[in-house]
Nanobody, 127 residues
């Protein structure tokens, strides 16, 4: 069974950091570009970041540039989202997603192209 499982969410104070992980089971992430998305209550889903299949290309939403970093460890079948300098407006459920991708391709934060999604992990930034 193909599955993506996010972890690492929680409650953090403004200015703090969290690292989210997205572990795949049932398939290897080597063939997939990966994305992180978030959705706050009452708001539309937002693409946060993505990373290409080989890790050579990444994208970040303007709202998180300079604060978030995406990375992947294909040997561990895991993708990460390092979030620093967190703000209250970063509060949301965070989801990872996978889309099959050609080698040396790029990635996109358009959620509609992604095939597999995790169940999400909640991030709450509050004092």
């Amino acid at each position: 069974q193909l599955q993506l499982v996010e972890s690492g969410g929680g409650l953090v104070q403004p200015g703090g950091s969290l690292r989210l992980s997205c572990a795949a089971s049932g398939f290897t992430l080597d063939y997939y570009a990966m994305g992180w998305f978030r959705q706050a209550p009452g708001k539309e889903r937002e693409g946060v970041s993505c990373i290409s299949r080989d890790g050579g290309s990444t994208n970040l939403a303007d709202s998180v540039k300079g604060r978030f970093t995406i990375s992947r460890d294909n040997a561990k079948n895991t993708v990460y989202l390092q979030m620093n300098s967190l703000k209250a407006e970063d509060t949301a459920a965070y989801y990872c997603a996978a889309v099959k991708s050609p080698l040396y391709g790029s990635c996109t934060v358009r959620g509609r192209v992604y095939d597999y999604w995790g169940q999400g992990t909640q991030v709450t930034v509050s004092s």
